[in-house]
């Protein structure tokens, strides 16, 4: 017998079962709590017998006799429902959870089954068994197993000593495994191996306890011969919605932590880590109980919470604003909640890390990052594990990529082995973070990993591995870092490109949340000053909070089942359509208060105009109202009254023919296939589109890809083009529209390329019907700036992307995430393609390029295929003299994203223009201003936006008003992100001048002054 046969053998002896359960179940479509578990169909059930679908949830009943017990025999029940469960006890308290066999997961690392639950001490023989379950009829990553069964449902006794031999072998035969063939201690492992293969033929009570003298005696020995340590910390990486919809994700995390303080009772080393405030936001209202000994666990020392933002948040398509307000609340939560300031951002799955999150994180007072992603990478390894991390203005943050290249380790010697071996600066380091246990669905680390690590103790022979929290781990690895190499902007990860695209609608909700929400907090802050109406912060709060849960790596990416983006876009229309509702009542207050009143309709002549600037520039632009074309002119951040309804309004001058559009600075033309062949700037006589080729041209290619990525190949291969079917051209006030619909198969794109008078902007207003499947659509403008760059948007700023190949780090930056634009430009001129809910863009050989639309699989089985449906978006071309700071690029791209706010209302023969916030140089941005998070303080955030230093100020109307007593209005203070104090600002003849360095974000707090 071979020791693979006798491990087996032990394997199957650690259970026997004596008794079978009376197995009854109550299924609903939905959860039901445990006061309602007698709801629903009832079944009594044996082995074999289907109990639910897929995402059916049923209250199982488990009834039984405890046995005759025998020497070192534990009773235990086994329980397999080939689906997830949450034992509780019969007030419902949640007890332990447990996981089905036939559970998908990456077997290399381990198994996922939990199946057995240990009776709780003292018990006695005959005592009645009587235990319920809450059960989720899916698997660990949301597939229906066996049809749904009963797999198991035993009473069975188990031989600790077998279970203790059987770890030890398991462990001693992966050690092997490990070690050189000719090494010394191998050949002992060998020796011992097979004596215990001799001496467990009948795994008689003799053979048991001479194994467990030998085992005993070969582990006593010293086997510490290292000077690598590894930290270990318990994970379960947790999806707040992947491939189950995020109701299942509340109940897993009960499941999850249930299993931990279990396991904790039995080994008292372990230590745990939790991340995401909204997990345990919802633990702390389903499951109070968990939650109250959760707070008790970190009390202790034994549960270690980590990252500071509300969710592992994606951070390339989160605007800036919004990943401020991921670590804002993150941190105001582990503060508030558990006494914690978290300075380590847990981020171990996202698809890439935007160059502006090292800056965000210093001013949250967040040192460390910590990821393991970047191992993914198709084309190039990341060269480092640990390294200072440089964002786009030179802020840097410690970061460790963790060298076993995965959250779900399986705590064996492989996993120190490959820690060791794989770590890039052992010259610089000696130590490294393990993170272990079964994630992406939950369950969490099981005893097995327990186990193994209690040897790993004891055998310390590739490193000196030690429980303990990552702040721990920090800590020493921190006086280690000052020869740690250098990275210098995004970390790039070289695949999932497709995530910038896939599920265009979700991206278009997230977008418009955002901008409303600025919108919003804005006009709160001027009803707060103007009206004393208290701030909305609850209402906000709340809105913000769903809209970052919803940023989650998993949703806004695209990468989740349907059932997630169908539930997530009925959630997104009831926020928007509340949040247009708050910003209307706020203005509608603020009217009332300077004696005018909103007109909901109007059918006269008899109405005056209100227009508001959410910008912090002052802005031209025309407004429709009431059958009414306006050229309106507004302060930067504030608002005009227009006794007539319009301002001075010039005449719009145009020509056109079938194929022609050009107003006084653009001549656009069009091939017969309803492409541009050009875009000619006439006021500076310069051809944008590359000769010869076509602009705006629909592309439709191949893509057998998934949500995540598309094909690498695709460009190489045959491609379709839609049919250009009608084209009509019309003048709209200021606006000469060309509109042209195009068919392809079952679908239709119909778009109207709008040229406004006086602009060098064109817009392309799209809509599309899609019905076909395996597609990715997109357009490209082939430009004639010679550049060797191109530079995007990217949160509080921008950076660089390759428009050439000339290295493999170059060609696998072939799909870019920009946010609201990408330019390429050089000293003379530029172009940019601006968007309003877009982020897949590629430059290569100075092609604008967008990605509009991904028809894949979803994840899971028959969903169906994404961006399926319509489609409502705009995108478009802007050109300008010199580089895109001075070309008004970045200004262009937020007027695009925040159109004027007009408002009829009562006629009145006063003209009132008035900037209510504003900067000396436009470059410097305000991006935000909000009220205080703990005080009515207003807080105004700005960032630099040309990526170089400026020398300007900044200045608020309520900087204007008188000092009374000689003592001053209102208070400056420079503060960081959380809004906490950093230095006093001087306020000089009502304004604060500021020397602001590159992509530098600047946040001001001002406090109003009793008098």
């Known amino acids: 017998m071979t020791i693979l046969e006798t491990l087996s053998i032990l394997k199957d002896s650690i259970y026997t079962v004596v008794g079978e359960l009376k197995a009854e179940v109550w299924v609903n479509s939905e959860p039901v709590p445990f006061r309602k578990r007698f709801s629903g169909e009832h079944k009594t059930l044996s082995e074999g017998d289907k109990w639910g679908s897929l995402f059916d949830c049923g209250w199982f009943h488990f009834t039984g006799q405890i046995p005759v017990i025998r020497n070192q025999n534990v009773p235990v029940l086994l329980l397999d429902v080939n689906g997830e469960l949450l034992m509780v006890d019969n007030e419902g308290k949640a007890l ?86 000719g090494d010394q201690l191998n050949k002992r492992i060998v020796e ?22 030998i085992l005993e005696n070969f582990f006593n020995k010293n086997y510490t011969c290292t000077d690598f340590f590894v930290s270990a910390i318990g994970h379960s990486h947790l999806d707040l919605a992947w491939l189950w919809p995020i109701r299942e994700t509340r109940r897993k995390i009960a499941r999850t932590l249930s299993t931990v303080f279990e396991l904790m009772e039995r080994y008292p080393d372990y230590v745990y880590g939790i991340s995401q405030p909204q997990l345990l ?95 993914w990478n198709s084309v190039n390894r990341f060269p480092f594990n640990s390294f200072q991390w440089k964002g786009i203005d030179g802020s840097t943050v410690l970061a460790h990529m963790l060298p076993e290249e995965t959250y779900n380790g399986p705590a064996s010697p492989g996993s120190v082995f490959k820690i060791v071996d794989n770590y890039q600066e052992k010259k610089n380091s000696n130590h490294a973070l393990m993170v272990f246990g079964i994630g992406d669905g939950g369950g969490g680390p099981g005893a097995e990993h327990l186990e193994r690590l209690h040897r790993l103790k004891r055998m310390q022979i590739k490193a000196k591995v030690t429980q303990e929290k990552v702040s721990d781990f920090f800590h020493e690895w921190k006086s280690q870092s000052g020869n740690f190499p250098i990275w210098e902007g995004e970390l790039y990860l070289e695949k999932h490109q497709g995530t910038y695209t896939t599920e265009g609608l979700s ?44 940023q989650f790596h998993d949703i806004l990416p695209g990468s989740s089942i349907k059932r997630v983006y169908d539930e997530s ?135 057998t890809g998934d949500a995540w990525d598309f094909p690498e190949d695709y460009r190489v291969k045959d491609l379709d083009r839609f049919t250009f079917s009608e084209s009509t051209i019309e003048i709209s006030g200021p606006e000469l529209i060309n509109h042209q619909v195009y068919e392809y198969r079952e679908s239709i794109l119909r778009q109207d390329i709008v040229l406004t008078a006086e602009s060098r902007r064109i817009d392309f207003r799209t809509r599309i019907s899609w019905s076909n499947s395996g597609k990715m659509v997109r357009t490209s403008f082939p430009v004639n700036i010679p550049s060797g760059i191109a530079m995007c948007e990217i949160q509080f700023g921008a950076k660089e992307c390759p428009v050439h190949s000339d290295n493999s780090w170059e060609e696998a930056k072939d799909e870019i995430a920009a946010q609201k634009w990408i330019d390429i430009s050089n000293d003379e001129y530029g172009a940019a393609l601006l968007n309003d809910s877009k982020y897949g863009h590629r430059v290569k050989d100075r092609v604008l390029d967008l990605c509009l639309l991904r028809s894949v699989p979803y994840p899971g089985p028959g969903s169906g295929f994404t961006d399926i449906g319509e489609h409502n978006f705009v995108y478009s071309l802007f050109c300008h003299p010199g580089g895109y700071s001075e070309g008004g690029v970045v200004q262009a791209a937020y007027e695009l994203n925040s159109p004027l706010t007009v408002y009829q209302i009562q006629k009145t023969e006063k003209k009132i223009n008035k900037s209510l916030f504003s900067t000396g140089d436009s470059s410097l ?19 630099e936006a040309s990526g170089k230093r400026i020398s300007t100020w900044f200045t608020a109307d309520i900087l204007q008003t008188e000092s009374t007593a000689g003592n001053p209005s209102v208070d400056a203070d420079l503060v960081n992100l959380l809004e906490d104090f950093q230095q006093k600002l001087i306020i000089e003849n009502c304004r604060i001048n500021l020397i602001v360095k590159p992509y530098e974000i600047i946040t001001i707090k001002l406090r109003r002054n009793p008098f």
């Not at 797999?151 to 030890?168: G, P, S, T, V």
């Not at 011992?192 to 003298?213: A, N, P, Q, Y």
């Open 925 to 943: 941005v305000i991006s935000t201003i909000k009220k205080a998070e703990k005080s009515d303080a207003v807080v105004v955030r700005l960032y």
């Open 569 to 703: 876009w009925e959630r997104y229309g009831i926020l928007l359509s509340a949040t247009d509702g708050y910003i209307h009542s706020s203005v509608e207050a603020l009217i009332n208060s300077v004696d005018y009143t909103i007109l909901e309709k109007c059918y006269s002549e008899e109405f005056s105009i209100m227009a508001l600037n959410t910008l912090s520039w002052e802005r031209t632009e025309w407004a429709f109202i009431n059958d009414r074309w306006a050229l309106i002119t507004i302060p930067s951040m504030g608002y005009v009254v227009l006794p007539d309804g319009r301002d001075e309004s010039p005449e719009c001058e145009f020509s056109w023919d079938s194929s022609t559009m050009e107003n006084k600075k653009i001549r656009l033309q069009f091939n017969s296939d309803g492409s541009l062949c050009s875009f000619f700037d006439k006021e500076h006589l310069y051809e944008v589109l590359k000769k010869g080729r076509k602009g705006n041209q629909f592309a439709i290619f191949c893509d």
């Open 192 to 213: 011992v191996l097979e004596r215990l293969t001799s001496v467990l033929v009948d795994l008689t009570d003799t053979g048991i306890h001479k194994s467990i003298s």
């Open 507 to 550: 991206k278009w909700y997230n977008r418009k949340m955002e901008s409303k929400l600025r919108e919003l907090e804005f006009v709160s802050v001027l009803e707060l000053l103007y009206t004393n109406k208290k701030y909305p912060a609850d209402t906000i709060e709340k809105i913000w909070k769903e809209v970052l849960l919803y």
């Open 96 to 181: 332990r959870g447990l996981t089905s066999k036939s559970s998908t997961f990456d077997r290399t690392l381990g198994e996922p089954v939990k199946r057995v639950f240990y009776l709780p001490a003292p018990f006695e023989v005959d005592d009645v068994i009587d235990y319920w379950a809450d059960a989720s009829c899916n698997d660990l990553f949301g597939e229906l197993k066996e049809n749904g069964t009963l797999k198991q449902a035993d009473i069975a006794l188990c031989r600790e000593d077998i279970r203790h031999i059987y770890y030890d072998i398991d462990f001693l035969i992966n050690m092997s495994a490990e070690l050189p063939k």
């Open 281 to 375: 936001t919802w633990l702390s209202i389903d499951y109070p109980d968990l939650y109250i000994r959760l707070k008790q666990m970190v009390k202790e020392g034994r549960i270690e919470a980590l990252g500071a933002m509300w969710v592992e948040s994606d951070t390339n398509l989160p605007s800036g604003e919004s990943l401020v307000r991921q670590i804002l609340y993150g941190v105001k939560f582990w503060k508030e909640e558990f006494g914690l300031e978290l300075n380590n951002l847990w981020l171990p799955d996202v698809f890439g890390y935007s160059g502006a999150l090292p800056q965000i994180l210093k001013l949250t007072d967040v040192e460390f990052f910590t990821t393991m992603k970047l191992s």
